[in-house]
C-alpha cells in the first residue's frame, strides 16, 4: 500500500517547463488569492486525486499542461518504484463549487508549494494530493 507521503515526496522537485521557464519547489510561496483548479484522478493499482492550483486570471491551457507534467512525472516514479500500474486521467477543470467540496471532504491532503519562474517573475502554484477512492472521485 503506497501512503499519501510517498505521493508527495515522488513529486517532481524540479523542472524545465519547456520554453516557458522552470518550476521549481518554492519553500517561500506566495499565497494564491484567486485560485483556478485543474485535478487529475490517478487510478489503477491506487486512487488518488492530484489538483494544481494557479491564479484563476493565468492561462489554463498552460497550467493544464504543466499539471500533467507533474502528474506523469509522479505516476512513472511511483511505478518505477513500486511495480504498480497506474493510468492518469486527463485534466478536469474544477468550478469554485467543485474545488470547495474537495477542500472540505475528509479525505487526506497534503500539498507542495512551487513557483513557476518565467520572465524575472515567480508564478506560485501549488499541487495538492488527495487520498480517495473511486467513489470519492466520481461523486467530484
Not at 512513472?76 to 485534466?91: A, D, Q
Not at 497534503?110 to 524575472?120: I, P
Request: aromatic share 8%; with cysteine; hydrophobic share 40%.
Amino acid at each position: 500500500m503506497i501512503s499519501i507521503e510517498q505521493l508527495l515526496n515522488a513529486l517532481p522537485p524540479n523542472f524545465q517547463f519547456y520554453h516557458l521557464g522552470e518550476v521549481k519547489i518554492n519553500s517561500t510561496p506566495s499565497p494564491i488569492q484567486d485560485p483556478g483548479a485543474i485535478a487529475y484522478r490517478i487510478y489503477g493499482e491506487l486512487s488518488a486525486i492530484l489538483i494544481l492550483l494557479f491564479d484563476r486570471d493565468l492561462d489554463h491551457s498552460i497550467y493544464s499542461e504543466l499539471g500533467n507534467i507533474i502528474v506523469s512525472q509522479l505516476s512513472h516514479r511511483i511505478s518505477t518504484e513500486t511495480g504498480l500500474e497506474l493510468m492518469v486521467s486527463s485534466p478536469q477543470f474544477l468550478n469554485a463549487d467543485q474545488l470547495q467540496r474537495l477542500n472540505q471532504s475528509n479525505c487526506l491532503k497534503l500539498s507542495r508549494s512551487y513557483g513557476h519562474f518565467f520572465q524575472n517573475s515567480v508564478i506560485p502554484l501549488e499541487a495538492v494530493i488527495l487520498a480517495a477512492t473511486l467513489e470519492e472521485i466520481v461523486y467530484v
